[in-house]
């Protein structure tokens, strides 16, 4: 628990951080259900800098962008498990539909998403880039998604006893 922390704490560690010289890699998203695709982009992540950082959106902006059946994991248990990968530094949690707040204040030097994910479309990359970061799309691994996860349970188990 003590890697999951309020946005005032991840500020703090920020400072630290770079009293330190060492360089923060940002990541964000939902995170709901851990699969490979997410550890391959985790370990690409952190590669890339000294510290790692994942905002997660919280329960109420998944609902809001996905639907009211996700998220399958609650936000606690979601940052429970990142928090517990040895890539990952930080957890923090947003309300908001997109981290642009945590993002601007935060000012990681090196913002990246998956690869299903443009440059011009990542939130925050104007003001990483203006504060001398990079911004990075990196490989999306195909076939490796939660919907697929869902996908394959729903199609597995629909009308079976097999559970």
Same mark, same amino acid.
């Given at each position: 628990?003590?890697?999951?922390?309020?946005?005032?704490?991840?500020?703090?560690?920020?400072?630290?951080?770079?009293?330190?010289?060492?360089?923060?890699?940002? #990541?964000?998203?939902?995170?709901?259900?851990?699969?490979?695709?997410?550890?391959?982009?985790?370990?690409?992540?952190?590669?890339?800098?000294?510290?790692?950082?994942?905002?997660?959106?919280?329960?109420?902006?998944?609902?809001?962008?996905?639907?009211?059946?996700?998220?399958?994991?609650?936000?606690?248990?979601?940052?429970?498990?990142?928090?517990?990968?040895?890539?990952?530094?930080?957890? #923090?949690?947003?309300?908001?539909?997109?981290?642009?707040?945590?993002?601007?204040?935060?000012?990681?030097?090196?913002?990246?998403?998956?690869?299903?994910?443009?440059?011009?479309?990542?939130?925050?990359?104007?003001?990483?880039?203006?504060?001398?970061?990079?911004?990075?799309?990196?490989?999306?691994?195909?076939?490796?998604? #939660?919907?697929?996860?869902? #996908?394959?349970?729903?199609?597995?188990?629909?009308?079976?006893?097999?559970?």
């Amino acid at each position: 628990m003590e890697k999951i922390l309020s946005l005032e704490q991840l500020l703090h560690s920020r400072q630290m951080a770079k009293a330190n010289g060492q360089r923060i890699v940002f #990541t964000n998203g939902c995170f709901d259900l851990i699969h490979p695709g997410h550890i391959s982009y985790l370990r690409q992540a952190r590669a890339l800098g000294d510290l790692l950082v994942i905002a997660i959106n919280s329960d109420a902006s998944i609902q809001r962008i996905k639907g009211p059946s996700r998220p399958i994991l609650s936000e606690t248990e979601r940052a429970i498990i990142l928090a517990a990968l040895e890539m990952v530094s930080y957890v #923090t949690i947003f309300d908001e539909e997109t981290p642009h707040k945590i993002i601007s204040t935060l000012l990681p030097d090196v913002l990246v998403k998956g690869g299903d994910w443009s440059i011009d479309k990542i939130v925050g990359r104007q003001e990483v880039e203006e504060a001398g970061g990079i911004v990075l799309s990196l490989p999306y691994l195909a076939g490796a998604s #939660t919907t697929d996860i869902i #996908t394959r349970i729903l199609s597995r188990y629909n009308n079976s006893n097999e559970l």
